[in-house]
């Protein structure tokens, strides 16, 4: 009777076991705990276990705080993606477990540069989408930058003396997917974003993704930097 048991409860253990791993190991990507960042320096790498295959959707939420509506808080999520095939790129929110009233999405190439950013879909679907049509963007593939923010939390280039630069005319073109300023495409953004203005305007998001695959299992920036410290310690600590 009591081996019986032990069955049973090994049974539900593996059970609860593989379908906590299956969250990680299929082709959707859920944001880390520890939150996504919001720059490309702590940007989250969007990958599989085994650093291949399809990704097609990636999930997460914008938690504000910070105490006043600031950029401490928690109002973009940025994460690093490989695009594997740029012509069939395409990333649209889902209805189903969202609930961020009002989102931007933008993206940014391996360097920063911006590629393409979204408001709104169209004047009846306020949900912000990227669509990478005949290539019309970018034709490479690679690695990118994609983030999801708090409306109207936007990407743009601090140039000092409270001079900024906004890396995208969304004012001017509010629907669809648009490219970058004019002179914009220039400037390599790292962290920038304006602040965001409603402490409201945070929830769930869940979009669906084209044209992407898992990273490969190599660091990201931050990952390679560590590296390269420990390689020169490694090298000073040989010498002596």
């Given amino acids: 009777m009591f081996r019986h048991i032990l069955s049973a409860v090994g049974c539900i253990v593996l059970t609860t076991s593989l379908a906590t ?17 919001s720059s490309r ?4 790498d969007v990958k599989n276990p085994n650093g291949t295959g399809q990704i097609n959707s990636i999930s ?4 504000g705080g910070g105490g006043l509506v600031n950029l401490d808080g928690d109002y973009q999520d940025v994460f690093r993606i490989f695009i594997k095939d740029p012509w069939a790129f395409k990333i649209q929110l889902g209805d189903m477990g969202t609930n961020i009233p009002d989102s931007m999405m933008f993206l940014f190439n ?3 540069n911006p590629v393409m950013a979204s ?9 912000p989408i990227l669509e ?13 930058y994609l983030a999801i923010t708090s409306a109207p939390s936007e990407a743009l280039i601090d140039l000092g003396g409270g001079a900024v630069v ?23 953004w790292t962290d920038g974003w304006s602040p965001p203005t409603d402490s409201n305007n945070i929830g769930d998001y869940f979009m669906y993704v084209d044209g992407v695959e898992s990273l490969p299992l190599v660091p990201g920036p931050a990952g390679l930097a560590v590296l390269g410290m420990a390689g020169i310690m490694g090298s000073r600590r040989r010498r002596r």
């Fill in 21 to 37: 791993a299956s969250t990680y190991r299929g082709p959707s990507y859920v944001e880390p705990g520890d939150d996504a960042g």
């Fill in 41 to 44: 320096d702590d940007a989250a």
């Fill in 60 to 63: 997460g939420s914008l938690t």
């Fill in 110 to 112: 391996e360097f920063g």
């Fill in 119 to 127: 408001d709104n879909t169209s004047s009846q679907n306020f949900n």
């Fill in 132 to 144: 990478n049509l005949e290539g019309e963007f970018f034709n490479e593939s690679g690695i990118y």
């Fill in 166 to 188: 906004p890396l995208f005319n969304l004012v001017e073109f509010p629907f669809g997917t648009v490219g970058p300023a004019p002179d914009a495409g220039q400037y390599q």
